[in-house]
């Protein structure tokens, strides 16, 4: 691919499809939503509005973080407390696709519809990259971000229309353009982060303590790996418990799975040889410094047939 031409035709398209009107997209801090916040702002300036979206699945500090490397960049993003929209959306949830459904529906119609309507914008900006598209149509799963490959008519349904700019690139792709673009290197070198967020990675219901406990857990995984070279590595509440004895006292303790992948776009992905060194640190601190988790999984299973993450 050639990233010179893929940027200019990108903000050409973008300026001849939006013209003077206004448009809104939610940056998640990922690759996919940093590349679409760049490319929009480079076409369109201050008619784009660009929001972080709250939505209390993010990871440990993650919204101060992201609005600050974007201030770097001199581009504002507005911070949007939408945590109770979410939690109560998710809330008694457990079947995965219902979980992804009741996230898909708190972004794009209720949260969404809300500043679309205060904003006045016509279009949203979407990161959905090919690998979305293909893995959607071939049912492998409901993305969080695709609506009309879905037959969803985001016009009709929720009265905007949506701009995919990145819908021909696979990650590799992506990640080439940020390169290109001169992005720091916090946003290009990210790992893979999903749209719905830790919701992804606790199986069972989604609530406020359960959300602090994988958080924790992921915050614990992306410090030992982050040196690891791997292409993604994450942490993930079971719903099962598992008896443990601690203080000579028996328990019945929380299990966390740590998956660290080796991948080039996120299709087929194989675990990565960790060092039993590194295995027995993970392990030692997640169940010691994690309130109420006893047991600390390495995930072995290629995908296929495991995906990345866990709904
Ligand atoms: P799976 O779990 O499908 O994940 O093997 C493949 C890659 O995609 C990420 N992922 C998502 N990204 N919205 C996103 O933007 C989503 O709904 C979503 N689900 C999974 C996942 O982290 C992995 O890198």
Request: aromatic share 6%; hydrophobic share 40%; with cysteine.
């Amino acid at each position: 691919m050639e990233c010179k031409s893929f940027v200019e035709e990108q903000i050409a398209q973008i300026k001849q499809t939006v013209g003077e009107a206004t448009a809104i997209n939610a940056l998640s801090g990922g690759v996919d939503s940093s590349l679409v916040t760049v490319l929009g702002h480079r076409a369109l300036g201050d008619q784009l509005r660009t929001v972080f979206i709250d939505s209390a699945l993010m990871r440990e500090g993650e919204p101060q973080r992201v609005v600050k490397t974007f201030a770097d960049m001199d581009i504002p993003v507005e911070l949007v407390d939408a945590q109770e929209d979410f939690l109560s959306a998710l809330a008694g949830l457990t079947d995965p696709e219902q979980k992804r459904q009741a996230v898909t529906d708190t972004f794009y119609a209720k949260v969404f519809g809300r500043l679309v309507k205060e904003s006045g914008a016509k279009f949203l900006f979407h990161g959905t990259i090919l690998t979305d598209i293909e893995e959607t149509v071939a049912g492998i799963k409901r993305q969080h971000n695709i609506l009309a490959q879905l037959g969803i008519d985001p016009e009709e349904t929720y009265g905007y229309s949506i701009i995919e700019p990145l819908k021909t690139l696979r990650k590799d792709g992506v990640r080439e353009v940020c390169e290109f673009l001169k992005l720091p290197a916090d946003i290009s070198h990210r790992i893979p982060f999903p749209g719905p967020a830790l919701a992804t990675r606790i199986v069972g219901e989604v609530t406020r303590e359960r959300l602090a406990t994988v958080r924790a857990a992921t915050a614990i995984v992306e410090e030992e790996l982050g040196d690891s070279g791997a292409f993604q590595y994450l942490a993930v509440l079971l719903n099962d418990r598992a008896t443990g004895i601690r203080d000579n006292k028996r328990e019945f303790g929380q299990i966390i799975v740590v998956r660290c992948i080796e991948s080039t776009d996120a299709r087929t992905a194989t675990a990565t040889e960790l060092s039993w060194d590194k295995l027995n640190r993970l392990c030692e601190r997640i169940v010691n410094e994690i309130d109420d988790v006893n047991r600390c999984l390495y995930d072995l299973t290629p995908k296929p047939p495991a995906t990345v993450e866990y709904i």
